[in-house]
């Protein structure tokens, strides 16, 4: 157990209650109207129903354009070490503040910025951010994004037996140890 959870770690369960910026970040990331063409949210190509990704080879972006590949999962993304498929995004509220200029449409992350606060988030932002003196930025949109993001975990039976909080089958045990 404790060398499989050295090399694998840990998927923790979700959160009981979503703190300031996650709860901001659950409100953007639903919100169809804060892409350039109102339409699309980010949950528009990182569906639940698909395992947080969109179940298509190419993903359509705000510009009703497809892109050059199907949207990566969201789920259990935060701890990764590199973002989208390219890995070319340092974390998730990177990927989050540059799909504002990519898949969401918007021409600059100044224009995305205006229009968020054209939205009324700003009082929403102000409160998820009390200590920052700019709290309505883009860098700020993708750490709220990326504080979801991070509630966003699907931990299995594996994770509760590397957790110490439950038993593994027998034939999983054999299997684990075989791999190990």
């Known amino acids: 157990r404790e060398r499989a959870r050295a090399l694998f770690g840990t998927v923790s369960p979700p959160p009981s209650e979503l703190s300031g910026p996650a709860a901001l970040g659950r409100r953007l990331f639903f919100d169809p109207r804060t892409a350039a063409d109102g339409k699309a949210a980010c949950v528009s190509c990182h569906l639940p129903e698909h395992q947080g990704a969109d179940g298509r080879r190419f993903s359509l972006d705000a510009r009703g354009e497809l892109t050059q590949r199907t949207s990566p999962t969201v789920f259990n993304v935060v701890d990764q070490l590199a973002q989208r498929w390219r890995g070319d995004r340092k974390s998730a509220a990177n ?10 449409g918007w021409p600059s992350l100044e224009a995305a910025r205006e229009h968020l606060r054209t939205l009324g988030y700003e009082p929403l932002f102000r409160e998820a951010f009390p200590d920052d003196p700019e709290p309505l930025s883009t860098a700020n949109f993708g750490r709220a994004i990326e504080a979801y993001e991070a509630t966003l975990t699907t931990p299995g039976d594996f994770d509760r037996f590397l957790r110490g909080e439950a038993p593994l089958p027998d034939e999983a045990r054999r299997g684990l140890e075989r791999f190990v």
């Open 95 to 104: 990927q989050a503040e540059d799909s504002l200029k990519g898949s969401m």
